[in-house]
């Protein structure tokens, strides 16, 4: 059962322009959210995070959007630089004192030179 | 680089072999947690452990089983490996036990298991 969901597996853009990277969760007990970046035989690198009392997140080129009612969480960045081309996969953890993050199963955002 | 160490890099062994993967966490953390990425998975929560002591768990097999030593370096143990075995395993650490999770946590390189 994917209670976190990435539904695009891939995304191209050129650089410069808005990437949106999209994620769905389905369970309501979440109450903190993270993007993470993945390079290609590296681990995973945190990137961004958002709780749930905030509806958004700015970190430089990034940006992250949570819509709580729609149970959906974006992350934009802007502008996009072939340097951001990697899997992106979003997170969500809830309740205090459980440590596991549900994790979606990622999106290849490829920045056009 | 995250400071997290994990060995080996790379693993191929046959169906119904046990395996050990390794994981050293960065100086000052004392949360482990394990993880397995499969083909067109996402990164799948296994176990955490927290200086010493086994604190949450998620979708670990039976045949799989992990502990975490007195000097916080932590073994995830495979057994009766099957195909489907065959995946990323990533170790991930940080300080503290509960929230915060994002910034604090830090993942290995991970070990590609291969089974055959």
């Known amino acids: 059962d994917q209670q976190v969901k990435q539904n695009s597996p891939s995304l191209s853009v050129q650089e410069g322009r808005i990437s949106i990277l999209n994620c769905d969760y389905t369970?309501?007990?979440?109450?903190?959210f993270l993007w993470y970046k993945k390079y290609p035989a590296e681990g995973p690198t945190f990137l961004i995070s958002?709780?749930?009392?905030?509806d958004k997140n700015e970190d430089g080129r990034f940006t992250v959007f949570l819509n709580k009612s729609a149970k959906h969480l974006s992350l934009h960045i802007v502008p996009s630089q072939p340097g951001d081309s990697a899997v992106y996969f979003c997170?969500?953890?809830?309740?205090?004192?459980?440590?596991?993050?549900?994790f979606g199963t990622g999106t290849r955002l490829t920045v056009i030179p | 680089d995250s400071g997290v160490t994990q060995t080996p890099k790379h693993l191929i062994t046959a169906t119904g072999q046990r395996v050990t993967l390794r994981c050293s966490p960065r100086?000052?953390?004392?949360?482990v947690y394990w993880y397995q990425q499969s083909l067109d998975q996402g990164l799948q929560f296994l176990i955490q452990?927290?200086?010493?002591?086994?604190?949450a768990k998620g979708n670990i097999l039976e045949r799989f089983s992990a502990q975490q030593f007195p000097d916080l370096h932590s073994e995830l143990n495979l057994s009766s490996l099957e195909l489907g075995d065959s995946a990323l395993y990533f170790c991930?650490?940080?300080?503290?036990?509960?929230?915060?999770?994002?910034?604090?946590?830090?993942f290995g390189q991970g070990t590609r298991l291969t089974v055959v």
């Open positions: 958002i709780s749930s009392i905030k």
């Open positions: 997170a969500a953890s809830g309740q205090t004192g459980a440590n596991n993050l549900f």
């Open positions: 369970n309501s007990m979440f109450d903190y």
């Open positions: 452990y927290y200086n010493g002591e086994e604190r």
């Open positions: 991930a650490s940080s300080r503290h036990i509960t929230g915060g999770f994002g910034a604090e946590a830090f």
């Open positions: 100086s000052g953390d004392l949360s």
